[in-house]
């Protein structure tokens, strides 16, 4: 099961402002030369990956999907049911979407903010912590680790506006660390493409 197709339907045609580039294995399909890795950033915040998420299914534990149900309200994206989908045992859930909590989880946990269970794209480095929604949540990560030149946003460090690449942590922005936040990341990718 690809989450990007759940996110697509769901979702339509991503546009310019928050498209996040999904090449042949998720990889970014910029910088074929060797110049330098660029990373501009598209200005997603974390609210832009919460129409479709991977979860840990609360009765298997195996993959599952909490996606964003279709909402004929003028502004449903946040607020819009969501469901809870299970492919491996078949359960089924709906939340009502009115209301939602990013203060899931903990440090060691991170949760979705509807039905507060454990994301599956979630692991542990010797840093800290690396938790993403999906897999274009973890490919915005993965390209801006990844970059060697990273534009910032005019709003980068702007309060309420401050974008999710600005909000990533200290040691996952650090050259030094990227080998091993990249390392971390592979590892996830490879747990949806074959579930353990
Ligand atoms: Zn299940």
């Known amino acids: 099961m690809d989450c990007r197709s759940v996110r697509r339907s769901w979702r339509g045609a991503p546009t310019p402002?928050?498209?996040?580039?999904?090449?042949?294995?998720?990889?970014?399909?910029?910088?074929?030369?060797?110049?330098?890795?660029?990373?501009?950033?598209?200005?997603?915040?974390?609210?832009?990956?919460?129409?479709?998420?991977?979860?840990?299914c609360p009765r298997c534990e195996r993959i599952a999907h909490v996606v964003q149900q279709p909402c004929q309200e003028p502004n449903p994206a946040l607020f819009a049911p969501r469901h809870l989908v299970c492919r491996s045992c078949g359960l089924s859930r709906t939340c009502a979407?009115?209301?939602?909590?990013?203060?899931?989880?903990?440090?060691?946990?991170a949760r979705d903010p509807y039905f507060h269970v454990p994301l599956w794209l979630q692991t542990?480095?010797?840093?800290?912590?690396?938790?993403?929604?999906?897999?274009?949540?973890?490919d915005l990560i993965s390209r801006?680790?990844?970059?060697?030149?990273?534009?910032?946003?005019p709003w980068y460090e702007t309060g309420r506006k401050m974008t999710l690449v600005a909000r990533l942590p200290a040691w996952m922005k650090s050259a030094k660390n990227r080998d091993e936040v990249l390392r971390a990341v592979d590892r996830l990718r490879a747990t949806v493409i074959a579930p353990g």
């Open 17 to 56: 402002e928050n498209r996040v580039t999904q090449g042949p294995g998720g990889r970014d399909t910029h910088g074929m030369s060797s110049a330098p890795v660029r990373f501009r950033d598209p200005r997603s915040t974390k609210y832009d990956f919460l129409d479709s998420m991977l979860v840990r």
């Open 97 to 109: 979407g009115r209301s939602f909590s990013l203060r899931y989880g903990s440090a060691d946990l």
């Open 124 to 138: 542990r480095t010797r840093h800290g912590g690396l938790w993403a929604y999906n897999l274009a949540h973890l």
């Open 144 to 153: 801006f680790v990844a970059a060697d030149l990273r534009e910032r946003a």
